[in-house]
């Protein structure tokens, strides 16, 4: 258990988010775009798992934090997924580039 | 080299892997499949560093909840078959260039700052213990954004139905009022 650094958990969730902005700026179809942004969220929970069990063991703050980052993130991916479908139902499509009425 | 040791590693590769496949296939489907199996690894990395609680959030919200929402909406908006446009190659080229410095650089940060992981004690992490400091109301307590929360969901709930209701319902509803 110990053999592993802080550091390698942490060489995982930075690659992590970066992989997650990669996606947010290649693709342009929002249901993938919101998957990059999960797999973002998830990095950051790593991160505040990681850092509580190895720098502050006698506290629990990191895991409340993660615990609400994954309540919020269900109730964005909701939200976001009443957006698409009432997208889809006027434009036909879920490309971002087809959806520019209100760029300046 | 012992058994943790390459356990971690493989989680590591199985969470990486399957999260570059998620955002660089071009089928909509299989990229969902992917975001799943990228999912299921970071929870078992969380049952790796034993805070099975957050593990089994991980799958119960995750992999139960968001990645079904998102399967259903791929059916309900796109022909999941067919391929989608690939992007265009500078944007490939400049995007890669991005994260990959932004990778380099926070490697960089990290291996130069040194943590002090000093602090031995045990990591306790029942269930209980959680839930007792989640609902108290002493200055570590966690109620407040508990409740904070709670309203939170509430609010999102009555915004997707309203958001997702088909316009035609709202209409019919004022027609009859104006015939009344």
Redesign the interface.
Known sequence: ?N??????????S???F??????L?????I??M???I??ML?SV??NF??F???????K?DG??F???I??????????A??????L?RSHQS?DVDDATEMKF | M?T??II?YAI?TL??GA??L???TLK?FR??IW?LF??VG?AA??FW???E??AA??IV??VG??VV??I???F???QSGKE??K?ATS??I???L???L??AF??NL??HYG?N?T?S?????NVS??GT??LSTTSHG?IL?FEV?SM??LA??V???V??MKPTAANIVHLNNKED
């Open positions: 258990m053999e592993i650094p802080l550091t390698h958990i942490l060489f995982v930075t690659a992590l970066f992989i997650g902005m990669y996606g700026f290649t693709r342009r179809n249901i993938t919101l998957m990059s999960e797999l998830n929970n790593i798992v990681a509580n069990k190895y720098l502050f063991p006698d629990l895991l409340f993660s615990l609400f994954i309540t919020i993130a269900a109730a964005e991916a909701a939200v997924i009443a957006i698409i479908i009432n889809y879920i | 012992n943790s040791v971690f590591a969470i990486l999260a570059l998620a955002v660089t909509i990229s969902a975001l990228s999912l970071i990395l969380y560093m034993q805070v609680f957050i959030i991980q919200v995750y909840g968001i929402l998102i259903f909406s791929i309900l908006t796109q989608m446009a992007p944007k490939i400049f995007s890669a991005a994260a990959l932004g990778t926070t490697f990290i291996n943590f992981t602090s004690e045990p990591f306790n992490t213990e959680i400091q989640m966690f954004p929360v939170l969901l999102a709930m915004g997707c139905i958001i997702a």
